[in-house]
């Protein structure tokens, strides 16, 4: 079972910085790899596929990147609506399609 | 519009059975693997199963396997997560989701709105 990391647990950020969450596999999993953000109370919301493909209607300001093992997202300016929670996902090899344990990026 | 609409939050008892619905829209239910994700209180995302309603292809995490039953009825486009001894750390947030595209190396999108499952005695 490939295990994801990801880090930090909490980021703390003002609105209009730029906010980066990390992620890691134990072993490749390519270009396979999505991230979701959570609003709390709500259900997770897909932002971005195959690494770095932002899904439809989700704004530029996010952005992913990185393949084989270190996987990176990136809010270049954090809006309030953006404050919640980002879990990336391995679906590369399934089952188990492996979610790391989340980022909870808060208001500082 | 793709939609997954899911049944409605439980209050049940340990040792009580309990099957929760996922009730797929907009478009064909038959050609899409469907899976469920844990989400216990205040922590992260857990994959569980999945299954291909087409012909009831179903694949469980380690994790789960044992634990939980997944199954679907392509013929009212519904898909299940059974269990058959609740125990009180069963409870969680459920969510369906089903893969983004028609293939096996996809993300899930969209989401269904989860279920909340509490069980306690």
């Known amino acids: 079972e490939i295990v994801m990391t990801q880090s930090p647990a909490t980021l703390s950020v003002s609105p209009g910085e730029r906010a980066t969450l990390s992620c890691r596999a134990s072993?490749?999993?390519?270009?396979?790899l999505a991230w979701y953000q959570q609003i709390p109370g709500q259900a997770p919301r897909l932002l971005i596929y195959?690494?770095?493909i932002r899904a439809t209607g989700v704004p530029a300001r996010f952005s992913g990147s990185g393949s084989g093992t270190e996987f990176t997202l990136t809010i270049s300016s954090l809006q309030s609506e953006d404050f919640a929670v980002y879990h990336c996902?391995?679906?590369?090899?399934?089952?188990?399609?492996?979610f790391g344990q989340g980022t909870k990026v808060e208001i500082k | 519009e793709v939609q997954l609409v899911q049944s409605g939050a439980e209050v049940k008892k340990p040792g009580e059975s309990l099957k929760i619905s996922c009730k797929g829209s907009?478009?064909?239910?038959?050609?899409?693997?469907i899976g469920w994700v844990r989400q216990m209180p205040g922590k992260g995302l857990e994959w569980m199963g999945i299954?291909?309603?087409?012909?009831?292809?179903?694949r469980y995490s380690p994790s789960f396997q044992g634990q939980v039953t997944i199954s679907a009825d392509k013929s009212i486009n519904t898909a299940y997560l059974q269990w058959n001894n609740l125990k009180a750390s069963d409870t969680a947030m459920y969510y369906c989701?089903?893969?983004?595209?028609?293939?096996?190396?996809?993300?899930?999108?969209?989401w269904g709105q989860g279920t909340l499952v509490t069980v306690s005695s």
């Open positions: 989701a089903r893969h983004w595209g028609p293939h096996d190396y996809v993300p899930f999108d969209p």
């Open positions: 907009g478009y064909s239910f038959s050609s899409y693997w």
């Open positions: 299954i291909y309603p087409g012909d009831s292809d179903t």
């Open positions: 072993q490749s999993v390519s270009s396979n």
């Open positions: 195959a690494a770095s």
């Open positions: 996902q391995q679906y590369n090899n399934w089952p188990p399609g492996t």
